[in-house]
């Protein structure tokens, strides 16, 4: 079973003699290097889209955050973006991350999310996010994980209108996983300001159509889950190597973002002041040789593991598995280290998909064009969440 030999699958993962990997014995310490380029360095700033909002380039993604220090130290950084949503945390991350703003509410650009599949359901969501964040308006406002075309009905734009023009809102949003299914209805509606992708080094080129086409409108692009693969919990922070080979994986990844201009900001999580640190300095240092080699062998290594969300597995499992959901949210656990969000996410599957084991079938008629070991990855979601 692959799932055996995880472990040392991993471990092999983080030895592998990939150029640009060794750090020479005479480079400074990672600390003084890094505290150094956050002392000298000062944020940059891009336009999001036609909204005229003028954001760091890279933005602060609340959904992981437990300590209000990191968000804090992020203000006075320069840091000016912040993404939070309704069901983050139970709805906790929006009352911490309100607290930490209240004090420069007027000076920085916030946007939450809501997953509500009807109108009353929206507005339910958006009066309580506000009354939680203590503010009476969202810069940006998405609708939630909205990966088909139907979960954009009329019915739910209208209430995002509605705000709109009450002033609850300034830019309407939606948040996606996979653009290329979305994007003609996008266009269809023509309301919408801002798109939240998903966009890393491993998924890779496959939406550039979708992004070209919103880019040209003028549709702002903001990044989400862009160093999910490279991220310390796979593994990448807690080798006994030098420190500045375990960031380097997480440092290469966001620069492998920020050098894409369609993308105004990208929104990386953060649980502790080193992930913020890290991330801040992608905005000034360049992306490098050194980089794209790090990032072509961490990206096979997990090449068995990692979803690039291509949805081309989409409809092949003859028990209606939701076969690319199930494994992305099986990576908030074994790439963000976030056990209780996979979790919180697969048990919303209805229960009939839940009751499902792969492990009764005697062969799996879904096949990943990337290499993922798709049985693999589902019946170990299955174990861990089920």
């Given amino acids: 079973m692959f799932?055996?030999?995880?472990?040392?699958?991993?471990?092999?993962?983080?030895?592998l003699p990939a150029a640009g990997l060794a750090i020479p014995q005479s480079q400074p310490s990672s600390s003084s290097i890094k505290n150094s380029a956050v002392r000298a360095a000062a944020p940059t700033h891009r336009t999001l889209g036609k909204t005229g909002l003028k954001v760091t380039s890279v933005g602060f993604g609340?959904?992981?955050?437990?300590?209000?220090?990191?968000?804090?130290?992020?203000?006075?950084?320069?840091?000016?973006?912040?993404?939070?949503?309704?069901?983050?945390?139970?709805?906790?991350?929006?009352?911490?991350?309100?607290?930490?703003?209240?004090?420069?509410?007027?000076?920085?650009?916030?946007?939450?999310?809501?997953?509500?599949?009807?109108?009353?359901?929206?507005?339910?969501?958006?009066?309580?996010?506000?009354?939680?964040?203590?503010?009476?308006?969202?810069?940006?406002?998405?609708?939630?994980?909205?990966d088909e075309a139907v979960a954009l009905p009329d019915e739910i734009v209208s209430v995002w209108e509605d705000a709109k023009k009450q002033g609850k809102i300034r830019f309407i949003g939606v948040s996606t996983h996979n653009p290329n299914a979305v994007v003609d209805r996008i266009f269809e509606i023509?309301?919408?300001?801002?798109?939240?992708?998903?966009?890393?080094?491993?998924?890779?080129?496959?939406?550039?159509?979708?992004?070209?086409?919103?880019?040209?409108?003028?549709?702002?692009?903001?990044?989400?889950?862009?160093?999910?693969?490279?991220?310390?919990?796979?593994?990448?922070?807690?080798?006994?190597?030098?420190?500045?080979?375990?960031?380097?994986?997480?440092?290469?990844?966001l620069k492998w973002v920020l050098r894409d201009k369609r993308f105004a900001v990208a929104i990386p999580s953060m649980t502790d002041i080193d992930q913020l640190e890290t991330n801040f300095r992608a905005m000034s240092e360049p992306f490098t040789g050194d980089d794209e080699r790090l990032?072509?062998?961490?990206?096979?290594?997990?090449?068995?593991?990692?979803?690039?969300?291509?949805?081309?597995?989409?409809?092949?499992?003859?028990?209606?598995?939701?076969?690319?959901?199930?494994?992305?949210?099986l990576s908030y656990a074994d790439f963000y280290g976030q056990f209780s969000l996979g979790r919180e996410h697969f048990l919303a599957l209805p229960q009939e998909v839940r009751a499902v084991r792969c492990s009764d079938c005697s062969s799996c008629e879904v096949h990943c064009p990337n290499g993922v070991l798709v049985p693999e990855r589902l019946m170990r979601a299955q174990e861990l969440f089920g």
């Avoid at 040209?216 to 990044?223: C, D, F, K, Q």
């Avoid at 290594?301 to 291509?310: D, G, V």
Wanted: some cysteine.
């Fill in 62 to 146: 609340c959904m992981v955050t437990s300590d209000d220090s990191v968000i804090s130290r992020a203000i006075d950084m320069g840091i000016n973006y912040f993404d939070t949503a309704r069901g983050y945390q139970s709805g906790n991350n929006e009352r911490m991350v309100g607290n930490c703003l209240k004090r420069v509410r007027n000076k920085v650009f916030l946007s939450s999310k809501s997953l509500a599949k009807s109108a009353a359901e929206a507005r339910s969501h958006l009066d309580t996010s506000l009354r939680e964040l203590g503010t009476d308006y969202l810069d940006i406002w998405y609708m939630h994980a909205r």
């Fill in 295 to 329: 990032l072509a062998a961490i990206d096979e290594n997990i090449r068995p593991l990692y979803c690039r969300m291509c949805y081309q597995c989409s409809g092949q499992c003859p028990k209606h598995l939701p076969v690319p959901d199930t494994i992305r949210y």
């Fill in 190 to 253: 023509g309301k919408f300001d801002v798109v939240l992708n998903t966009y890393n080094f491993a998924v890779g080129t496959a939406s550039d159509a979708a992004f070209d086409r919103l880019s040209n409108a003028g549709i702002g692009l903001v990044a989400m889950k862009v160093m999910a693969p490279a991220s310390r919990a796979h593994g990448f922070e807690t080798s006994r190597s030098d420190r500045m080979k375990r960031e380097g994986g997480p440092l290469a990844a």
């Fill in 3 to 15: 799932y055996s030999s995880r472990r040392n699958f991993l471990a092999s993962c983080l030895g």
